[in-house]
């Protein structure tokens, strides 16, 4: 006897939805860590994260938006 399998189509919206909400957290942490400069190597890296998740997260918010409108 076979199992039937069923998959289902992913939903655009909330994996656009959760996307957004882990990108936020992560701007969150890299700005916590970008004020604790003490640490000079770590600091650069974390400016260098920061710029590629803003940019991430303007792409993401301007996706979401664009396909919330009806």
Not at 26 to 34: N, R
């Amino acid at each position: 006897m076979q199992q039937e399998i069923v998959v289902e189509e992913p939903n655009k919206i909330t994996i656009a939805y959760n996307l957004e909400q882990t990108i936020s957290k992560l701007k969150e942490s890299v700005d916590l860590l970008e004020k604790n400069e003490q640490y000079n190597d770590a600091y650069a890296l974390v400016c260098g994260i920061k710029s590629i998740v803003d940019e991430f997260h303007k792409d993401v918010t301007l996706h979401v938006s664009n396909n919330s409108k009806p």
